[in-house]
């Protein structure tokens, strides 16, 4: 085997790339890894996921020590916040987690190539550098290029104030007043981060709810939760147009016939992502597109390509980093013969604002919208002794089985460390757990996860805790 042919080549070095790559040397596989950026980790580790959540746990503590921290007895006096030292340390996390990515690919004897991969067909790769270009060919190819910032064309990004997640992870200085378009993930996030700071935000979201991916309960109450820490919300708000003048935007909103301004200095546009396949060479080389712009794939990943696969954000599916990770090893597992899948039913989302929002499976509203008979049960985390004792009673737990069989169907939850809990309701579903599995495991006490057992104990209307 010459220099430049591999067993396994990956263009793309985000969670869905790097993972399939290290994963492919694991399994003996000599591999390549192509990345066009200068770091590894694409956008979740560069310029999404991590450095949001860094801001998110700053200004959380931030917000804590200003609005709350006398409740505990903690008097704190002449309280700032210094915006450089906060980007400082969320740069730190970041570069941590590139040196770290970038050592296990080496050390796993990965060979990485930096520049643009582009499919020239028969297994070549051809990698567009910054002053040359090269091929290596492989006899497996995964396609990892994530996905880009979805735009509106009546709102182009200049990148100073009409601006993607990218620059609002950056801002400078505090937004005095900052309109957020799209009330999803990262709207809420970023809004909650310069709010917490000082900023004015307004989200506008053109569906009749922000996030509305969960249950419309679980959404109306995230919307109250977030007005009250002073953001304004409007629903069902189409963004039409912005003027600027003097450096400030004007932007023009129809809500319910009505035509309404609102000024801003920075508008951030966060209305989702789209698959990332500009300059692969997929029209050249025959790869089928969807007509969202993903790649086909069957249920092993394969493209119609002979020996080309793709993963991640650029085939169908929720764009999220976790996804892309499993999908990764998946990949490489079937490459090197043996057996691997995905369950889809069971990719977990999060929202991670104060509190956190997660779900994994179906909701109470999607079930009923398929047609599933289902019995529900929630548990209010006011009535949860840690979330008392911590000052969080924000929010509930909710579980959705299956009427007939008790099938654990979806969770969903609203509150503190709504992340970390929700992975017990991901693991229940991995192995088909019922409402009443949930119900008998045993949870420590007191802690914020006996809500998913009380949550549980409902459905058949057996909640100890609450009536």
Same mark, same amino acid.
């Given at each position: 085997m010459s220099e430049n042919t591999f067993d396994f080549a990956v263009i793309g070095g985000g969670p869905g790339g790097y993972v399939a790559a290290i994963k492919g040397a694991q399994l003996g596989l000599k591999t390549a890894l192509v990345e066009k950026s200068a770091h590894l980790g694409g956008t979740c580790l560069n310029v999404g996921c991590i450095p949001s959540k860094a801001l998110l746990h700053s200004t959380e503590l931030y917000q804590f020590t200003a609005k709350e921290s006398q409740l505990h007895g903690i008097e704190c006096k002449g309280l700032s916040m210094n915006l450089a030292t906060l980007m400082k340390r969320k740069e730190a996390v970041v570069s941590r987690l590139r040196m770290g990515i970038r050592s296990l690919v080496e050390k796993r004897g990965i060979t990485i190539f930096a520049g643009l991969g582009r499919l020239l067909g028969d297994g070549v790769v051809e990698i567009e550098g910054a002053s040359e270009s090269s091929r290596i060919k492989a006899e497996n190819i995964v396609v990892a290029t994530g996905s880009s910032t979805a735009s509106l064309p009546f709102l182009p990004f200049d990148g100073d104030q009409i601006v993607t997640s990218d620059e609002a992870i950056a801002f400078t200085e505090v937004p005095e007043n900052l309109v957020v378009v799209g009330g999803g993930a990262i709207g809420l996030e970023l809004g909650s981060v310069w709010s917490r700071l000082g900023s004015a935000v307004t989200i506008l979201e053109f569906l009749p709810r922000i996030a509305p991916t969960f249950d419309s309960e679980i959404s109306r109450l995230?919307?109250?939760?977030?007005?009250?820490?002073?953001?304004?919300?409007?629903?069902?708000?189409?963004?039409?147009?912005?003027?600027?003048?003097?450096?400030?935007?004007?932007?023009?909103?129809?809500?319910?016939?009505?035509?309404?301004?609102? +000024?801003?200095?920075?508008?951030?546009? =966060?209305? &989702?992502? /789209?698959?990332?396949?500009?300059? #692969?060479?997929? @029209?050249?080389?025959?790869?089928?597109?969807?007509?969202?712009?993903?790649?086909?794939?069957?249920?092993?990943?394969? +493209?119609?390509?002979?020996?080309?696969? =793709?993963? &991640?954000? /650029?085939?169908?599916?929720?764009? #999220?980093?976790? @996804?892309?990770?499993?999908?990764?090893?998946?990949?490489?597992?079937?490459?090197?013969?043996?057996?691997?899948?995905?369950n889809t039913n069971v990719i977990p989302n999060v929202v991670y604002t104060e509190p956190e929002i997660a779900s994994v499976g179906l909701g109470e509203d999607e079930a009923k919208q398929r047609g599933i008979a289902v019995r529900t049960g929630r548990f209010p985390l006011a009535a949860n002794g840690r979330a008392i004792a911590a000052g969080s009673t924000d929010g509930l737990v909710k579980v959705v089985a299956e009427a007939q069989s008790d099938r654990l169907l979806g969770v969903q939850i609203i509150g503190k460390s709504a992340s970390e809990l929700i992975a017990a309701g991901v693991a229940h579903m991995e192995y088909c757990g019922s409402a009443e599995d949930m119900a008998r495991t045993i949870h420590a006490h007191p802690t914020l996860s006996e809500s998913l057992k009380e949550a549980a104990l409902s459905v058949a209307g057996a909640s100890i805790h609450s009536l």
């Open positions: 995230a919307e109250r939760l977030f007005k009250r820490q002073g953001m304004k919300i409007e629903t069902g708000a189409r963004v039409t147009g912005v003027e600027k003048a003097d450096s400030i935007l004007r932007v023009a909103v129809e809500k319910k016939g009505k035509e309404l301004t609102y +000024t801003a200095d920075k508008m951030l546009v =966060a209305v &989702g992502r /789209v698959p990332h396949t500009e300059g #692969l060479g997929a @029209k050249e080389v025959g790869l089928l597109l969807d007509d969202q712009g993903r790649i086909e794939i069957d249920s092993n990943f394969h +493209t119609n390509l002979p020996g080309v696969y =793709a993963i &991640g954000d /650029v085939v169908k599916g929720p764009m #999220l980093a976790h @996804k892309a990770e499993e999908e990764g090893a998946a990949v490489a597992e079937l490459v090197a013969g043996n057996s691997a899948c995905v």
